[in-house]
């Protein structure tokens, strides 16, 4: 069982800066990539950004030069800093890992990110 906490969600001006956090604990010894997602009213949900233990990085075209995801393995924490949002970033983000040796999914419980004046 692996539990995400999230945070740092919230509303923000066009054009402004949100950092959102994501921590894992429990068994967290097979967790290989750590990502976020976000979902719109709406809309399916979709990938924002993931990264691996190693480093490796991979953004939606719709963030990439805007959003930066890092990773410190030792807190098992992930990290998304978004600049120069916009309206359209706004939706639901999710934390989310996988379970390598289980295939077991593991969702965050969610956080608003809003990007209205």
């Known amino acids: 069982q692996v539990d995400l906490v999230e945070s740092g969600g919230g509303l923000v001006q066009p054009g402004g800066s949100l950092r959102l956090s994501c921590a894992a604990s429990?068994?967290?010894?097979?967790?290989?990539?750590m990502g976020w997602y976000r979902q719109a009213p709406g809309k399916q949900r979709e990938l924002v950004a993931d990264?691996?233990?190693?480093?490796?990085?991979d953004y939606a075209d719709s963030v990439k030069g805007r959003f930066t995801i890092s990773r410190d393995n030792a807190k098992n924490t992930v990290y998304l800093q978004m600049n120069s949002l916009k309206p359209e970033d706004t939706a639901v983000y999710y934390c989310?890992?996988?379970?390598?040796?289980?295939?077991?999914?593991?969702w965050g419980q969610g956080t608003q990110v809003t990007v209205s004046s």
């Open positions: 989310h890992t996988r379970d390598t040796l289980s295939k077991t999914d593991y």
């Open positions: 429990g068994n967290t010894s097979n967790i290989y990539s």
């Open positions: 990264i691996t233990r190693s480093g490796t990085t």
